[in-house]
Structures are given as structure tokens and as C-alpha cells.
């Protein structure tokens, strides 16, 4: 029986929000001052008075425009080395180390960007399907390519990477209501079941 594993990454496998952990290891001295600045806007998407793609991108860029991808992508990886035992649930990774990933197949499903879900992904032998960063000339642009890889766009994401592939179960977990078309779309779900 070949299974696909769907996991969401933000506060299902980990304890925290690793876009803000990210940024403020990134850019200590400049986290503060940058997440103030957002504050306004962080209310109105809460609010749904904003789109949180842009907002999202637009703290991003504010952090990491124009910055060389090879830093980036070392930066990440040191971030994943220092911090991955504080940011992960010992459940979750428990879980996934179990899985038989020879024979069927895991995904990191998150709208997180792919700079620093990478090493993560790739620690636990799964694909990556996030939010795909944006460079021009070896410089991160301050944009996406696509879709913030959240809501309906997850589904529509599994479904690309998976064509052509045959699976007789899908198993999906997440933890918000980003994760529920993912967890609809799937033949069995869990919800915050590593919390």
C-alpha cells in the first residue's frame, strides 16, 4: 500500500512561526524595528482587511531584498543546525523518522518560503512544496514565483509535484485554517495531532 504524507510545517511540526524565528536570526538588530513597523498591517490581515501575501512578502523583502542567494541559502542552513531542536515537536519528529519514505511518499506542504523550509525538508527526507522565493542575478528579488503556497494553493501544489503518481491513501496533518482545503482534500487528516 503506497501512502503520500502531506505535513504542514508552521505549528504542526514545529512550536513556532519559523518566518519571524528566521528573520529576527537573520537580522537581529533590524527584527524589532521592521516587526513594529508591520505591526498595523499584521493587525489588518488578522482582521482580513489585508492581503497576507503581500504583507508577508512585503516583511520579508524588507529583511532579505537584495541579498546574495548563496548567503541566504548558508544562513538557512546554519538557522536549521542551531535552532531545529527548539523549533521541532520531539512528537513530530518521532513520527516522521518512522515513516517508511522508500516506499511511499512525504511532502512539507508550507507557506513558509522555500530559503529556509529547505533544510528542513531535506533533513527529514521529504519534498518541498512552499512559497518559492524570488531572485534575479543570484539576488533575492523581494518577490514570489507563484502563489503564497497557502490555502486552496497547497492542494493545487501537492497535486503538480504528485502527476502521474499513484497512491492508495493520502494522510495530511495540519494545525490552522490554511491547512483545511489540504485536509479536506485528503482520505484521512489530523488536526494540531502532534500539539
Same mark, same amino acid.
Given at each position: 500500500?503506497? &501512502?503520500? /504524507?502531506?505535513?504542514? =510545517?508552521?505549528?504542526?511540526?514545529? %512550536?513556532?512561526?519559523?518566518? =519571524?524565528? =528566521?528573520?529576527? /536570526?537573520? +537580522?537581529? %538588530? +533590524?527584527? /524589532?524595528? +521592521? ?21 508577508? @512578502? ?10 546574495? #542567494? #548563496? ?5 538557512a542552513q546554519f538557522f536549521f543546525e542551531e535552532k531545529h531542536s527548539e523549533l521541532l515537536r520531539p512528537e513530530a519528529v518521532k513520527f516522521i523518522n518512522q515513516l517508511d519514505l522508500e516506499h511511499n511518499k512525504g511532502l512539507l506542504v508550507t507557506a513558509s518560503l522555500d530559503i ?10 521529504? +519534498? ?24 486552496? #494553493?497547497?492542494?493545487? %501544489?501537492?497535486?503538480?509535484?504528485? @502527476? ?8 495530511? $496533518? ?5 491547512? #483545511? ?9 489530523? /488536526? &494540531?495531532? $502532534?500539539?
Open positions: 500500500m503506497k &501512502r503520500l /504524507y502531506c505535513f504542514d =510545517f508552521d505549528g504542526t511540526l514545529t %512550536r513556532k512561526d519559523t518566518m =519571524f524565528a =528566521f528573520l529576527k /536570526y537573520y +537580522q537581529p %538588530r +533590524q527584527y /524589532y524595528f +521592521q516587526f513594529l513597523k508591520f505591526t498595523p498591517l499584521f493587525i489588518l490581515v488578522k482582521l482580513k482587511l489585508a492581503d497576507a501575501a503581500k504583507v508577508k @512578502q512585503g516583511f520579508i523583502s524588507a529583511f532579505l531584498k537584495g541579498k546574495k #542567494e #548563496e548567503e541566504l541559502r548558508r544562513k529556509w523550509t529547505k533544510p528542513f525538508a531535506h533533513h527529514f527526507n521529504l +519534498q518541498l512544496v512552499a512559497t518559492r522565493a524570488g531572485f534575479f542575478n543570484g539576488k533575492y528579488a523581494g518577490t514570489f514565483i507563484g502563489e503564497n503556497c497557502n490555502g486552496p #494553493e497547497k492542494v493545487n %501544489r501537492i497535486l503538480k509535484e504528485i @502527476q502521474g503518481e499513484k497512491f492508495d491513501k493520502t494522510i495530511a $496533518f495540519g494545525d490552522t485554517s490554511g491547512d #483545511e482545503p489540504m485536509l479536506s482534500w485528503a482520505d484521512e487528516s489530523y /488536526y &494540531r495531532y $502532534f500539539n
